[in-house]
């Protein structure tokens, strides 16, 4: 039974690390757009929230992607009048994401679905290895 609680925590965690992946590469794809139209707010940068949750058919804690919320930090201002989503002074608002920032936490995020991907194919290995020695 302690194999499969190791596999249910394990899986959830490859759940909530793959939502925030997909997060952080919506992040990364908008990371150059502007406005749709003069004067309205680009893309704003988004953030991830994770929750405990109890599998309580298992009786452990389990952990899950919570909300998803914006990032309220202020948008970069790029001086270029001739751009068409320029204002009257010629700034482009441009998105608050940094790329940086989100390639480190994608970095992050693929090493926390690496370590539960590995807590997956120890468990597989140390049941198989349960099985044989029964089995015998």
Same mark, same amino acid.
């Given at each position: 039974?302690?194999?499969?609680?190791?596999?249910?925590?394990?899986?959830?965690?490859? /759940?909530?690390?793959?939502?925030?992946?997909?997060? &952080?590469?919506?992040? &990364?794809?908008?990371?150059?757009?502007? *406005?749709?139209?003069?004067?309205?707010?680009?893309? /704003? $940068?988004?953030?991830?929230?994770? #929750?405990?949750?109890?599998?309580?058919?298992?009786?452990?804690?389990?952990? #899950?992607?919570? #909300?998803?919320?914006?990032?309220?930090?202020?948008?970069?201002?790029?001086?270029?009048?001739?751009?068409?989503?320029?204002?009257?002074?010629?700034?482009?608002?441009?998105?608050?994401?940094?790329?940086?920032?989100?390639?480190?936490?994608?970095?992050? *995020? #693929? /090493?926390?679905?690496?370590?539960?991907?590995?807590?997956?194919?120890?468990?597989?290995?140390?049941?198989? /290895?349960?099985?044989? &020695?029964? $089995?015998?």
């Amino acid at each position: 039974m302690d194999f499969l609680r190791s596999l249910t925590v394990a899986a959830s965690g490859l /759940r909530a690390q793959a939502g925030r992946m997909r997060v &952080i590469s919506e992040n &990364i794809a908008n990371a150059d757009t502007t *406005a749709t139209r003069p004067g309205a707010d680009p893309y /704003r $940068r988004k953030v991830v929230t994770f #929750q405990k949750n109890l599998d309580q058919a298992m009786g452990v804690n389990t952990v #899950q992607l919570g #909300q998803v919320k914006r990032d309220r930090s202020e948008f970069k201002s790029v001086y270029e009048p001739s751009h068409p989503m320029a204002d009257a002074r010629g700034f482009v608002k441009k998105p608050n994401v940094d790329s940086l920032i989100e390639s480190l936490d994608m970095r992050e *995020a #693929q /090493r926390s679905y690496e370590a539960n991907l590995n807590v997956i194919s120890t468990t597989r290995r140390m049941l198989a /290895r349960t099985l044989e &020695i029964l $089995r015998a």
